[in-house]
């Protein structure tokens, strides 16, 4: 699943094709994804101007001049397209600028979505009344941590994959924070002290500013708007590389629960 780096780089990939452009093509090619989209999508977006470009967690916003909101989220297998050299059966959603660029919204599995919020009030949209701040933001930080878990006896992974703690971060960067940060995935989040929460976080915000840099991780569908393939994953410490050395000297290990994949060194993690 694309991750918060993936997402941001995405934007990022978006803004320098629809800052500023008029709308003039807005083409939905089947009634839903996630779950059904806008049946106004097109009257409502065609003609606009796009005003700006933005990341809330895992979810991308683009703003426009009529006062809503497209906000798209990828799923599993989502990523945008940008100017396709021909249309695909997976290719959802089409938007064409007045400069004669086109997007193309990409999602095989169909696990993405697609809606249309006022400006003004997409905060209160189900999912945003609920998240915690973001771990790139100013409000993330180890006092935060401490309060927020403090008596939780849910593992610490467990705890930052929590969208109602922190927003955005998945699987692959909360394993590599771990492993960064020096502490085991399956300790009770509320056992870790003041000082090793303040390492976590410089971690997480490590990883993801490196994460960007390098356009996020080449995952199975993902790629950048511009069809270039992110290159962080070459860069991963332990996820991916069970049997491997980690940076420590130790040997990689990883473990299953819930179906999903933990990797972290039983060495250097405690």
């Not at 094709?17 to 009257?43: C, K, S």
């Not at 420590?248 to 060194?265: D, K, L, N």
């Amino acid at each position: 699943m694309p991750e918060l780096p993936e997402v941001e780089t995405t934007v990022a990939g978006l803004r320098s094709v629809l800052q500023d452009a008029v709308l003039t093509r807005v083409e939905p090619r089947r009634a839903d994804l996630r779950w059904p989209i806008p049946v106004d999508l097109r009257q409502r977006l065609t003609g606009a101007t796009v005003t700006g470009l933005s990341r809330r967690a895992k979810y991308g916003l683009i703003d426009t001049d009529r006062g809503d909101t497209l906000l798209f989220h990828l799923g599993m297998s989502g990523r945008w397209r940008i100017d396709p050299t021909e249309i695909g059966a997976h290719d959802h959603l089409l938007l064409e600028t007045a400069g004669g660029r086109v997007l193309a919204l990409n999602d095989p599995r169909r696990f993405g979505s697609i809606d249309l919020l006022r400006s003004d009030s997409w905060e209160s949209h189900g999912p945003f009344t609920r998240m915690g701040p973001e771990p790139l933001g100013p409000d993330f930080h180890a006092a935060y941590l401490t309060i927020v878990l403090t008596g939780k006896g849910a593992s610490i992974k467990a705890a930052l994959l929590d969208q109602r703690i922190v927003a955005g971060l998945g699987n692959i960067y909360v394993c590599e924070a771990l492993n960064m940060a020096g502490i085991a995935p399956s300790r009770a989040a509320g056992t870790v002290a003041r000082k090793r929460l303040t390492a976590l976080v410089e971690a997480i915000r490590d990883v993801l500013v490196s994460a960007i840099a390098a356009g996020g991780s080449t995952l199975r569908n993902y790629a950048r708007p511009d069809g270039e393939l992110g290159y962080f994953s070459k860069q991963w410490r332990v996820y991916g590389r069970e049997g491997e050395e980690c940076p420590c000297g130790g040997t990689i290990a990883r473990r299953v629960e819930g179906g999903r994949s933990t990797f972290y060194c039983p060495k250097c993690q405690r």
